[in-house]
T-cell receptor
Framework: GESVGLHLPTLSVQEGDNSIINCAYS??????FIWYKQESGKGPQFIIDIRSNMDKRQGQRVTVLLNKTVKHLSLQIAATQPGDSAVYFC???????????FGSGTKLNVKP | KAGVTQTPRYLIKTRGQQVTLSCSPI?????VSWYQQTPGQGLQFLFE???????NKGNFPGRFSGRQFSNSRSEMNVSTLELGDSALYLC????????????FGPGTRLTVL
């Protein structure tokens, strides 16, 4: 089955710096990807998504990059703020309705 | 627009009991998915319902079941609870298709003693 993994379980950055969170996926048929942010005691919160016909998508302070050749996804957060501290998950779907596969998560610590 | 709501938020049960969790999706959303989140296994897909039909199923034993009502609200049931069922159970809703954004509820924290 599909597997989605993360390279770095914990990432510490200084406030104001840019953060990059990486994700590898194994199913080359996956065509839809979502990044979620989960704060302690809360459910995952949608950040940004990207479809496989795109390489890059930008939101407010966030950018997702998709490299289908190496099956790699990244989330870039500009000017990281203390409120960005959370666990970030990538999720993939391969035309299988809403059966998403989630990575193990990366914890982002933002130091003031 | 109200978000996804889940009840109860916290639940304590003992082994062998059964439990029913409820999820109300965002208005207009017809798909409801359930996930189990544990520190060891992360987020794992349980099942998905659309128009009162189970459309997708994950790799969980038959003790885990669910259903969806005509108003898209969904319930999941776990019978004969085991200690390993202790987890955060998350519900997510979306409009319909697999490229529609899934929005999660706050989850139900189940503790099995």
């Amino acid at each position: 089955g599909e597997s989605v993994g993360l390279h770095l379980p914990t990432l510490s950055v200084q406030e104001g710096d840019n953060s990059i969170i990486n994700c590898a996926y194994s199913n080359s048929a996956s065509d839809y990807f979502i990044w979620y942010k989960q704060e302690s005691g809360k459910g995952p919160q949608f950040i940004i998504d990207i479809r496989s016909n795109m390489d890059k998508r930008q939101g407010q302070r966030v950018t997702v990059l998709l490299n289908k050749t190496v099956k790699h996804l990244s989330l870039q957060i500009a000017a990281t703020q203390p409120g960005d501290s959370a666990v970030y998950f990538c999720a993939e779907n391969s035309n299988n309705f809403n059966k998403f596969y989630f990575g193990s998560g990366t914890k982002l610590n933002v130091k003031p | 627009k109200a978000g996804v709501t889940q009840t109860p938020r916290y639940l304590i049960k003992t082994r062998g009991q059964q439990v029913t969790l409820s999820c109300s999706p965002i208005s207009g959303h017809r798909s409801v998915s359930w996930y189990q989140q544990t520190p060891g296994q992360g987020l794992q897909f349980l099942f998905e319902y659309f128009s009162e039909t189970q459309r997708n199923k994950g790799n969980f034993p038959g003790r885990f079941s669910g259903r969806q009502f005509s108003n898209s609200r969904s319930e999941m049931n776990v019978s004969t609870l085991e200690l390993g069922d202790s987890a955060l159970y998350l519900c997510a809703s979306s409009r319909a298709g697999h490229t529609d954004t899934q929005y999660f509820g706050p989850g139900t924290r189940l503790t099995v003693l």
